[in-house]
């Protein structure tokens, strides 16, 4: 019987990276479309960079629609309102220019103007019937990696949690990754985009893995994989220096350029083999706390490792390695694997506990039912969930205990 592990990748048919490379955007839309709608927000809205870019689309022939009113955490009634703004405008491409928010607006979009609506009917996984228009994604964080995954991340006030539409279609075209973009982010948002793509990396590299049997077609999410694995390992190795760096020293356009990244490996890595854990019980919590998605897996990610290290003592032990750690045996590994994640997150300014961003005792149960809903991320865990799991998890996150029984 053959020992080669299976893989999977599905990713854009382009990929730039490099500073100064968002001046590239015009030739590469002017190949794909003549219209082109650009989703942003009021951040961008008045840019340098934005004028630029959106001169640079005109000066090849494209004409451009901008929208400017995308909102954080990108409200379902906010993605219908720029349909319906946009809907007898002739647009043949999507561009995203900014934060996850911006890049996912741009996918919702360009599936509602290929196929219509209502958005809800293409909730869950592979419900989007065919291919939607093209869509180039140029991020402005480094963080949520949407600029390479089949994911659109949305909330719908009707269902209190954050919901997600996931299929192939939506990977984009093309991603322009230029690091100059991300220069100007603040620092606290800076440190939750990166907080987002640690845990992207480390709950890829350590998800379910399912027999080979399982066809790519049967789920978008397969869990870890031979190809996920290295985008996950290339990740941490660049992400553990370059983020306290960019954190640091906001200037330091090497280390933006290498959490940048990490950030793209990480959405290669997640695009194929999902999250888990964290990200499942950051919907709750981030719907009752209103944090920032990359500050509430920021906080759960420790506590999360902890619980499923007996299920991954090889690949937390790897991470200790990638980490710079060493110790004389693999459990002694794993665990300071675990503490050196913690002490990035830690050096980022990213909260210690569910208390300290505002979550009551009161409500630790709420959360840990919560967490179940979404199956797709509940399953991907390579440990067990149910409500006592998830009950362990968020109490030893809101008590800081990292030191549930190993």
Not at 28 to 47: E, H, M
Not at 228 to 240: E, N, P, T
Not at 294 to 299: A, E, I, K, L
Request: aromatic residues 4%; proline residues 6%.
């Amino acid at each position: 019987m053959s020992t080669v592990s299976p893989g999977l990748l599905r990713a854009p048919r382009t990929v730039i990276f490099g500073p100064g490379q968002r001046q590239v955007l015009g030739r590469q839309v002017a190949g794909i479309g003549k219209t082109a709608l650009v989703c942003t927000d009021r951040r961008l809205a008045g840019s340098p960079e934005l004028a630029i870019m959106i001169e640079d689309l005109s000066d090849h022939g494209v004409s451009v629609a901008v929208w400017s009113e995308t909102e954080a955490e990108l409200p379902s009634e906010n993605i219908a309102t720029c349909h319906a703004a946009m809907a007898d405008r002739g647009i043949d491409v999507v561009i995203g220019i900014g934060g996850g928010s911006c890049l996912d607006m741009a996918k919702a979009v360009a599936l509602l103007l290929a196929h219509g609506g209502p958005l809800d009917r293409y909730y869950g996984e592979y419900a989007v019937p065919g291919p939607v228009l093209p869509i180039v994604a140029v991020p402005t964080t480094a963080g949520t990696g949407s600029e390479a995954t089949p994911v659109c991340v949305l909330t719908d006030a009707r269902r209190e949690l954050k919901t997600g539409i996931s299929s192939p279609e939506l990977i984009p075209t093309i991603a322009i990754c230029d690091p100059e973009l991300t220069v100007s982010c603040p620092t606290a948002l800076t440190a939750s985009a990166g907080a987002d793509a640690l845990t992207h990396l480390v709950e890829s590299f350590t998800a379910i893995r399912r027999p080979a049997t399982v066809l790519s077609e049967q789920r978008v999410f397969i869990g870890k994989n031979a190809i996920s694995d290295h985008y996950a390992r290339w990740g941490l190795q660049l992400i553990a220096t370059a983020l306290p760096a960019a954190v640091e020293d906001p200037s330091d356009l090497a280390a933006r350029a290498d959490t940048m990244l990490a950030a793209n490996a990480g959405g290669f890595a997640l695009g194929v083999a999902g999250t888990a854990a964290a990200h499942a019980l950051q919907y709750p919590i981030g719907a009752i706390t209103h944090t920032p998605h990359g500050v509430g897996v920021g906080v759960l990610l420790p506590y999360v490792m902890r619980f499923n290290v007996p299920e991954r003592v090889g690949e937390f032990a790897e991470i200790g390695r990638l980490l710079g750690q060493s110790a004389d045996s693999e459990r002694e590994l794993a665990l300071k694997g675990i503490e050196a994640v913690d002490a990035i997150l830690t050096k980022i300014g990213i909260p210690k506990t569910l208390a300290d961003i505002g979550l009551t005792e009161d409500r630790l149960e709420y959360v840990a039912e919560q967490g179940l809903v979404s199956k797709r991320l509940a399953e991907n865990n390579p440990r067990p969930l149910d409500v006592d799991a998830m009950r362990q998890i968020v109490t030893a996150a809101y008590r800081g205990d990292l030191t549930l029984p190993f």
